[in-house]
């Protein structure tokens, strides 16, 4: 069974992950008083206010809480006793790489769901442009190196076709995909050996992102339904 054939990746957003969860949230109408939105891996509160200007009704959780009012989740681990309800949607913005068990934190948000909640998750991108011209020359796959591994906890590789696995496994049905972030640019003069290079690398991504449309953007995302 082929299970890339939901999520080609054929689609380009130019923008960031938080301002794509906005934009969806939007779309999918997410935005009255009734509405709840989880945002999971909640940082430093950044959707808050965000959301919070929808009428929807922002409930943070995180590993290690940095800022009061989130609740502490360990996706490891079912979701705490205390909340006691289900949301509308459920954002998961580049947090899937830093688990060592996606497969157990995707259950324990199945089991927190209900019938209809969306899902939305972006994750680094396995087939960026930028990656596969670094792994050509260097050997080495970048965001997911020891230093990464040390410093920004980058333990797994969410390659796409695992990620519908996964999703698949848990009753969740995809409804669309992206890659997202800044695209490739023409590097800015300078009088300086170096443009040359700089040039090259440019017309080598562009090369890349031409013949293959999911090696685009620097993260990719996945909006999801629970059945």
Known sequence: MRYYENMDLSKYYNSSWYDFAIRTVKELKLTGKGDIIFDVGAGNSVLKSKINELNSKWVGFDYKPR?????????????????????????????????????????????????GTYLIISTPNPYWSVIRIKFF???????????????????????????????????FEILDSYTIGVKSKFPEFQVHPVLIVK????????????????????????????N
């Not at 360990?74 to 913005?93: E, G, H, T």
């Not at 992102?209 to 909006?223: A, L, Q, R």
């Open 199 to 226: 040039i090259l690398l440019f017309g080598i991504r562009r090369l890349i992102e031409f013949f293959d449309k999911k090696s685009k953007g620097m993260s990719y995302t996945v909006i999801a339904k629970k």
């Open 67 to 115: 800022n009061k009012g989130i609740n502490e989740w360990n996706l490891d681990n079912s979701i705490p006793k205390n909340i006691d309800v289900n949301p509308d949607c459920i954002l998961l913005l580049e947090v899937l790489e830093h688990l060592l068990n996606p497969g157990m934190a995707l259950n324990n948000i199945r089991k927190a769901s209900k019938s």
């Open 137 to 171: 020359f260097k050997g080495v796959f970048p965001m997911f190196t020891n230093e990464d591994m040390d410093n920004n906890h980058h333990v797994f590789v969410v390659w796409p076709h695992v990620l519908y696995k996964l999703l698949k496994n848990n009753d």
